[in-house]
């Protein structure tokens, strides 16, 4: 058995678990991170990692591995955290050389979403698996690609994964990474609520208008999927397009790959069947047969207590790929 420490790095809340490859979690922590100074939180980091270690029994020397779940972009290589979106203060923080300095044993550096996927390998929905993709779906589009038993991570750039960047529209709708057309500018959230924004004064009577009091910036998934359930008009025909988007990226996904399961985050386990049942009416128009049938579509295992496992996958991944570690 091995324990390992988990920091999950998030724009709002940053967690600390403390568990072991089982998936027993022995403590955890968490803090505020909106607006947050690395100086002040990195030296939290390390007198709460060592609060949860003693406060279990344990001593820093137990603990087989660390792991960083961290949002990009980021220098993965090198472990440092260049200029994360929803950290404004966090700009070159060298986080990975820190904790390893501080903390005194092997660590990781790790993009969240895939953090996601190996936690749901070892804990979740994903165990078991040799082949399988995690979606994060949610106010954007992450993904975690699991192949041939081992995380891919692809070349320099460590940024295979990107699904939700994938282009699927010829100059298609604008994302926030740059380009046109792609995944995330259709089925993210963020990227949702930008465009019923735009598009709401050209709707007067769709009950949006009124579920929003009237303003824009009030417009979120949580009110399309409100005004969808009482089959508001355009509410189904942005769900429709919703759905016809996701099921085209999930069919590339499952013609390149072939997995045995895609696991699905956030939006799918919180609104449910109305949410991933069109998708799988429009699936096959966008993959082979075979795989689509070899494949099970499935909500996450984890769901909200995913950020507790996301480093703790990290580091028990990190042992696996070095040989320190049978799962
Ligand atoms: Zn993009």
Redesign the pocket.
Known sequence: MAILLGFDIGGTKLGIGLGDNNGKLYGTSRCDNRNTDPAVILPWMVSESKRLVSEAGLKMSDVAAFGISAPFPADAARGIMTKPTNNPLWRNVPILDYLKDELKIPGCFENDANCGALAEWFFGAGKGCRDFIYLTLSSGIGGGIIAADRLVRGGKALSAGEV??ICIQLNGRK?????KG?Y??YCGGVALAARMREEIAGHPDSILNELSGNDPAKLDMHLLEKAYRANDAYAAALWEEMSLRNAQAFGLLINIFNPEKLVLGTLAWAIGDIYTDPILKHLPEFCWEEPRKACQIVCSGLKREIGSYAGIAAAMNYLKENGKLEC
């Open positions: 939700g960047h994302c926030s990474c740059g380009m792609c995330e500018a």
